[in-house]
């Protein structure tokens, strides 16, 4: 995503929604367990009004609309939103800014982001405190300590990219350290913040199923510009042929943490 309020997040497009249809059936399927584990520890149910922010090709608000939620999204990439309003055209689904979420204040129950707040991008909570109603809840999740992940090859391709994209994906992904999360959670007002473990794997049957899927993301996109289409994929092949296990899918554990809070019955500010 943008790296501050200020950047202009209009390109975000370039790189998440440039292959939007392989991103929608090839990665985010395998988020499938992020995505049930949240809602679960959400308790979303029949009556909640849900936004999902960053919501990308929207299978989360599929996912939230089967538990009887009544689901908004928004994302930065008009080609992903355009495969979220094919899956799910009931839902309040638009292209924006997560810095200026074009909703009231206190319009929803329960505000959902999955891997789409960064480090680089905390302003986010502020928007999210706003549209919430007062008791509502908040669950986010971000990835958290990679280098101990089993399947931290997975995301090595994504290094390829210059030496100032690869610095500005590990500031990305600072909320997952200790406390951090906790820390600036509290600092927009929420409260009872709580850090959750997320199920997280990505399976792919073959290395060249893994390198496509992979290609779709922002990431790999950022890496592609630094070496081309064709030496990323073929770089992806051959991390993940290393990996290939007879008669079992590529499998590739990664720690993702959660935090849930809410936002206080009796705002601070009234």
């Not at 960064?118 to 919430?132: F, Q």
């Not at 590990?170 to 850090?195: C, D, H, N, W, Y």
């Not at 473990?197 to 779709?216: G, I, K, N, Q, T």
Request: charged share 20%.
């Amino acid at each position: 995503m943008t790296n501050t309020v200020t950047t202009d997040w209009t390109i975000v497009d370039e790189g998440w929604g440039r292959k939007a249809v392989d991103f929608a059936t090839l990665s985010e399927p395998t988020n499938c367990r992020e995505y049930v584990a949240l809602h679960h520890h959400l308790g979303v149910a029949d009556g909640d009004r849900l936004l999902d922010v960053a919501c990308g090709a929207g299978l989360a608000v599929e996912l939230a609309q089967l538990r009887g939620a009544a689901c908004a999204g928004i994302d930065a990439s008009p080609r992903l939103i355009a495969v979220a309003r094919d899956r799910s055209p009931g839902a309040d689904l638009r292209v924006g800014d997560m810095h200026a979420l074009p909703w009231a204040d206190e319009s929803f129950d329960v505000v959902t982001s999955f891997r789409g707040i960064w480090g680089t991008t905390p302003a986010a909570l502020g928007e999210i405190h706003r549209v919430l109603r007062p008791g509502g809840r908040v669950g986010l999740t971000v990835w958290g300590h990679l280098k101990q992940s089993p399947g931290v090859w997975a995301l090595a391709p994504f290094r390829l990219a210059a030496e100032s994209k690869v610095l500005n994906q590990a500031k990305m992904v600072s909320l997952g350290r200790p406390g951090v999360g906790e820390e600036l959670l509290a600092q927009f007002g929420f409260t009872g913040i709580e850090r959750i473990a997320v199920p997280f794997a990505w399976e792919f049957p073959d290395p060249v199923a893994y390198a496509r899927a992979l290609a779709s993301t922002g990431p790999a996109y950022e890496a592609i510009q630094q070496v081309g289409e064709e030496e990323f994929h073929r770089r992806a092949v051959l991390e993940a042929t290393e990996k290939v296990r007879a008669g079992l899918p590529l499998r590739a554990e990664l720690a993702v943490a959660g935090f849930v809070a809410h936002k206080p019955e009796l705002d601070a500010a009234t």
